[in-house]
């Protein structure tokens, strides 16, 4: 099997990594508007990555 070396990260795993990233910064902020910004980015990612679950299913036909 050929390795891919170049390959680039999907969308879930793009997704998966700032979706952490945006986490660890919610762990050390403190209260405010700052951390309501955080909570809001997470929540957009948290529906982007339930769209791209069901965009990718394999249940989904193109219409005929």
């Not at 309501?36 to 529906?47: G, P």
């Amino acid at each position: 099997m050929a390795s891919f070396p170049n390959k680039s990260p999907t969308l879930y795993e793009r997704l998966t990594a700032e979706k952490k990233r945006l986490q660890i910064e919610l762990d050390q902020a403190g209260s405010g508007s700052a951390r309501n910004k955080l909570l809001d980015k997470l929540r957009q990612l948290d529906t982007a990555a339930h769209i791209n679950e069901w965009l990718s299913s394999p249940g989904l036909r193109a219409p005929v």
